[in-house]
């Protein structure tokens, strides 16, 4: 890229790539810096494969071949799941850079520089994950955990397959290939963390202590070495929230630079393309609007908030269900923390109401009128693309649905439909 690029993403993984491949489609002069991350076999749900076609990541999806079925053995019960695709890392990596590169972006292979190296008057997004520099104190922390994992030579044969396996002093991740291969990760708490020197017989020794997952691998032998990485959900914020403070004016955090969820509480790649699906009209905002600056900034943190919540809550009730070994260390800790410490997402108002939120409209975040629920505290601007609080404004006096419609430029099928979801709202009555 010869000219200064408008937006500078730090970190190579995959919330990055997808937010450079979005911006790099619309015009924008796009420099990614950063690595691939090191090698690794991972499982995808079948609907990050999903938000990778909706991002438009063709050669990601196209790297992702091989479908598992998945199985679950937890609190003593064995249950199918669902599938998920067993993809190397450093394929997904490569894969991800050639969709940013065709889209127009520029992906340089090198570690990221000091903010002040970088190219003045571009906007920067911090997107290293847990690389990135944070603050002292994150405004959350849970437990702290660690993943240690491992590949095998599990030979011709046997069935492809992955699954989750629940035991005393944690739980573990497996995956079978059609090639034979076999992974194992296991995660622990830090506490119990081995030194580097100690990692391999770690892993070998939880192995041997979860006979079903002993039998599973059997004599396979490692093809490699033990590869260690944090696994803590922590919550640090986008970087800015909109209210005018110090941090507005800072690098957006995204994806694990922002938060990071517990990998039993749902996909962290699910969750990183989401972010920077959400983050494409913020930057668009930031860049061509920046009137809106901080509202931008406020939905990011906002929504950020929202997930981070959300899957915090899954987590812990996930390890709550395994109940064979609630006293044990691992599993109380992570069964029993207070949810009122977590950073609360704005509370959703006690009955539903007419209020003004910043919304996605035509690709930049702006105030509208919404609809705000106990279900949808962030409010629904409109059903079958009515604008839900226009059509309530317009209710009185109004003679009927075709009126109605006439009003709002819709089809009388659409403004039923939204008449509809009002009433189930209790803010329509049925003889509207």
């Given amino acids: ?60 999806v196209a790297a992702c071949t091989t479908a598992v079925p998945r199985v679950g053995q937890w609190n003593g019960r064995l249950s199918a799941l669902n599938q998920e695709y067993i993809v190397e890392r450093p394929v997904l990596d490569e894969a991800l850079r050639a969709d940013a590169r065709a889209a127009g972006a520029e992906v340089v ?13 571009a906007l920067v997004i911090e997107a290293r994950g847990r690389q990135a520099p944070r603050p002292e104190a994150p405004r959350w922390t849970g437990p702290r955990t660690v993943a240690l ?36 990760q296991v995660f622990l708490d830090a506490a119990e963390a081995p030194s580097r020197p100690e990692m391999e017989a770690a892993h070998a020794r939880t192995i041997a202590t979860v006979p079903d997952l002993a039998v599973w691998l059997g004599d396979a032998p490692p093809l490699g070495p033990v590869t260690a990485r944090e696994a803590t959900p922590l ?32 996909h962290g ?21 920046p009137d809106d600056a901080a509202l931008a900034r406020r939905f990011l943190d906002e929504r950020a908030r929202d997930a981070f919540h959300r899957h915090a809550l899954v987590g812990r009730a996930f390890y709550a269900q395994e109940e064979r070994w609630a006293d044990r260390p691992f599993w109380r800790d992570r069964a029993t923390w207070d949810e009122a410490t977590l950073p609360a997402p ?74 509809d979801w009002l009433g189930r709202q209790g803010l329509v009555s049925e003889t509207a």
């Fill in 235 to 266: 919550f640090i914020g986008t970087g800015g929230d909109g209210t005018g403070g110090e941090d507005d004016g800072a690098p957006l955090r995204l994806g694990d630079a922002a938060y990071a969820i517990d990998p039993l509480s749902g």
């Fill in 109 to 121: 292979d090198a570690r990221a520089p000091a903010l002040d190296a970088l190219p003045g008057g």
């Fill in 346 to 419: 704005p509370p959703p108002p006690p009955r539903p109401r007419v209020e003004t939120r910043p919304v996605i409209m035509d690709g930049f975040v702006t105030e509208r009128a919404v609809v705000a629920t106990p279900q949808h505290p962030r409010g629904v601007y409109s059903i079958e693309d009515v604008p839900v609080a226009a059509l309530l404004e317009r209710l009185p006096g109004a003679t009927g649905p075709e009126a109605l419609a006439a009003a709002l430029d819709r089809s009388p099928a659409q403004v039923v439909r939204a008449l």
């Fill in 149 to 184: 994992a491992r590949i095998y030579d599990g030979g011709a044969g046997g069935s492809a397959e992955s699954g989750v396996l629940a035991h005393a002093d944690g739980w573990a991740w497996f995956a079978a290939l059609p090639d034979g291969r076999r992974a194992v």
């Fill in 1 to 60: 890229m010869t000219v200064s690029p408008d937006l500078v993403i730090l970190g190579g993984g995959i919330a990055g790539l997808v937010l450079a491949r979005l911006q790099a489609a619309a015009g924008r002069r796009v420099r990614v810096i950063g690595r691939p991350r090191a090698p690794a076999l991972e499982g995808l749900s079948p609907r990050v494969l999903e938000g990778l076609r909706r991002a438009g990541c063709a050669q990601a």
């Fill in 269 to 289: 790649m699910y969750e990183a393309i989401g972010a920077a699906l959400i983050a494409h009209p913020v930057v668009n905002t930031l860049l061509d609007r």
